[in-house]
Structures are given as C-alpha cells and as structure tokens.
C-alpha cells in the first residue's frame, strides 16, 4: 500500500541513534543512511518497500510534529512490543501509553504508545493472540 513515510527530525544525530536501535530491535534492515542531507532509511527484512525515512523536512524549514498523526509499527509478538516501548524511554522518549491490550481496537490487540525525541508519536502493535 505504501512506498515510504518520512518524518521530519530536528536533531539527525540523536534521532538516528534512537531509530537505528528501533529498528534493529524490531527486525528491520537500514537501507541508506547520508548524514549530508541528512537522512536515512529502513526496510523489512528481505524487501525494498515500504521505506521509513527520517531525516531534515526537505524545504529546510523547522520541523514540528502533528497532532492526530502517528506511525505504527507491526511486531509479531508481545514481548517485542515491550521490548521496543522499554528501549524507547531508554532513550528519552516521551511515553504515551504503556503495553497492552487495547481490546476496542480489536480482541487480540496489543499495542505501546510513545513519542520520539523530536515529538513523532509512534505505536508498536501485535495483532495476534499470545499462545
């Protein structure tokens, strides 16, 4: 459905060190990284697409988050999702609700909310029920 989603970060340094280790623990392979620009890129293991971008919005104008936007992540178990919400305040982001079950989403719906350095918000989800 997507080709990329790009957010916008002011400080590409400390964004890259927090979505590098993001990214790593939920499986995803860094496809480019160009400090010049600056930006980089993820992708799931074995594909080219869907890209997640950060880096400096491309007019050069500041970045500011959005309220009512966020991106969520799939991980393919529970104890990924709080693995991934623990490393985030690790990390400094701002929490916006802790692991588990949001069941008016759906039965099985396991998700963690924080916001990223630069005031992304963003999700870790498992939709599968624990064996």
């Excluded at 890259?16 to 993001?22: E, G």
């Excluded at 160009?34 to 997640?52: C, Q, T």
Aim: aromatic share 14%; with cysteine.
């Amino acid at each position: 459905m997507y080709s990329h989603i790009f957010l916008g970060v002011t400080n590409f340094e400390e964004a890259l060190a927090f979505y590098r280790a993001l990214m790593r623990c939920l499986g995803l392979e860094e496809r480019f990284c160009d400090h010049s620009r600056p930006w980089a890129g993820w992708h799931s293991a074995g594909g080219e697409r869907p890209l997640f971008i950060i880096g400096a919005p491309y007019n050069r104008l500041p970045h500011h988050s959005g309220n009512g936007q966020m991106v969520a992540f799939l991980a393919p178990s529970r104890e990924l999702v709080r693995r991934a919400y623990e490393l985030a305040l690790r990390y400094g982001c701002e929490p916006e609700g802790a692991p588990g079950l949001r069941p008016e989403y759906h039965e099985h719906y396991y998700g963690a909310y924080f916001r990223d350095p630069d005031g992304n918000k963003l999700c870790v989800a498992c939709h599968t029920e624990e064996a």
